[in-house]
């Protein structure tokens, strides 16, 4: 069995906060040495976020970073300039969510980096992609979401523009920039050269929005409007129960049936509003309204029972704390107790996806402030010496 697909590629990771570090740890998590590295100061999600035992390594740090190891540099140092070249001329692939004039700059964008490693697979996560008005401008994920129309889709939904609760242009385009990595390893199979990639928040962010509710407005003239009426309806979401909240997506023809039968409204299958897939689409406000009223009649358990034995499709719903204790999660072993050497017990998400060829056999705590800095160092063909000196003048930490 090997060590996960991703055994043996060496990663540097010059990323900070979320949309970075989640496509580094998707990468450590899969098998890749991922080599983080920290300004003297450390990334600012150790000391930004809520929830810690001790300064420096909040509860989102370490979600973020689990499966890396930190070495501190100081960029101001010449030397320790000098030792990130170095870590890239002997890596698989660079990621950065720097600005890319001041990786130009460091003599770390890829023109400078590609003829001294050929092989190097350099990605540049930018908030807007090259040649547009907006590169080069800062930005984070609220920035991102208000840009890019979502939270333009929950003004249509609600009446007023709100940014999804979770950092979600970050995690989508950090996802993508690691998917993005795996395409190119891919072709450096095939041609044994590495290559640039540009992964921009705002177009990628901006093609999930015009996918899902470009819609009507894909064709020129359009044939009506934009967005889908179900996903945009105030109704789409958990419903009512009689003691609490439930969702149900009962599409398909049988399932939509089944649902009007066990709701007692067995007459609505031949409702010419809901008698086919695409009228029930049609007539979302209608249909929503259908299932509003219904599920009011019963206990969530009494609905999640008759919804099993008819095989509609429903779960009930989970608040942020009740993901500690939801059964199918204890079954996979999703959450998983570990031992930090700094920060005692904590809990730790399992990775969600499984490969038969084998999988990450061991795994990292998310690592202290320049825990790793005299051991990659040493990787990087220093000696003690060396190191004592780049210690000393604050080049290393």
Not at 322 to 330: C, E, G, K, V
Request: aromatic content about 8%; some cysteine.
């Amino acid at each position: 069995m090997s060590d996960g697909p991703l055994a043996g590629v060496r990663v540097i990771d010059l990323t900070t906060v979320v949309v970075g570090p989640i496509c580094t740890r998707t990468l450590a998590d899969y098998g890749a040495d991922v080599v983080k590295i920290e300004a003297p100061g450390g990334d600012l999600l150790r000391t930004m976020a809520q929830g810690s035992r001790n300064p420096g390594m909040s509860g989102k740090f370490i979600n973020f970073n689990r499966n890396k190891r930190s070495i501190v540099l100081d960029f101001k140092k010449p030397a320790a300039l000098e030792a990130v070249h170095r870590l890239i001329a002997g890596a698989d692939v660079f990621v950065s969510n720097v600005r890319p004039e001041g990786l130009a700059r460091a003599g770390l964008d890829y023109a400078s980096l590609a003829p001294k490693n050929p092989r190097l697979i350099h990605c540049s996560i930018l908030a807007f992609g090259r040649g547009g008005r907006y590169y080069n401008r800062p930005a984070y994920d609220p920035i991102v979401q208000s840009l890019s129309g979502v939270a333009g889709t929950l003004a249509r939904a609600t009446g007023e523009p709100r940014f999804v609760p979770m950092v979600m242009s970050d995690h989508t385009s950090g996802l993508i920039a690691a998917q993005c990595i795996g395409f190119a390893l891919y072709r450096r199979e095939k041609t044994g050269r590495g290559e640039a990639i540009d992964v921009p928040m705002l177009e990628n962010m901006a093609s999930f929005v015009s996918s899902e509710h470009m819609g009507a407005m894909t064709f020129d003239p359009p044939v009506g409007p934009s967005g889908d009426g179900r996903l945009l309806s105030p109704d789409y979401r958990p419903l009512p129960t009689r003691d609490g909240y439930i969702t149900v997506g009962p599409n398909t023809n049988p399932q939509a049936f089944a649902f009007f039968d066990a709701i007692g409204r067995p007459e609505l299958k031949t409702d010419p509003r809901f008698d086919t897939p695409g009228h029930r689409t049609a007539n979302a406000a209608a249909y929503f309204e259908v299932r509003k009223q219904g599920l009011a009649q019963k206990t969530t358990a009494e609905w999640l029972e008759i919804f099993d034995r008819l095989d509609v499709p429903a779960a009930r719903y989970n608040s942020i704390d009740d993901l500690l204790t939801d059964p199918h999660l204890a079954d996979v072993g999703f959450f998983r107790p570990e031992d930090h050497p700094s920060e005692g017990r904590i809990r730790r998400t399992r990775r969600a996806n499984i490969f038969s060829g084998g999988e990450r056999q061991h795994e990292r705590h998310a690592p202290r402030l320049g825990e790793n800095t005299r051991e990659i160092l040493k990787e990087a063909g220093y000696g003690e010496e060396d190191i004592d000196g780049m210690l000393a003048s604050g080049a290393a930490r």
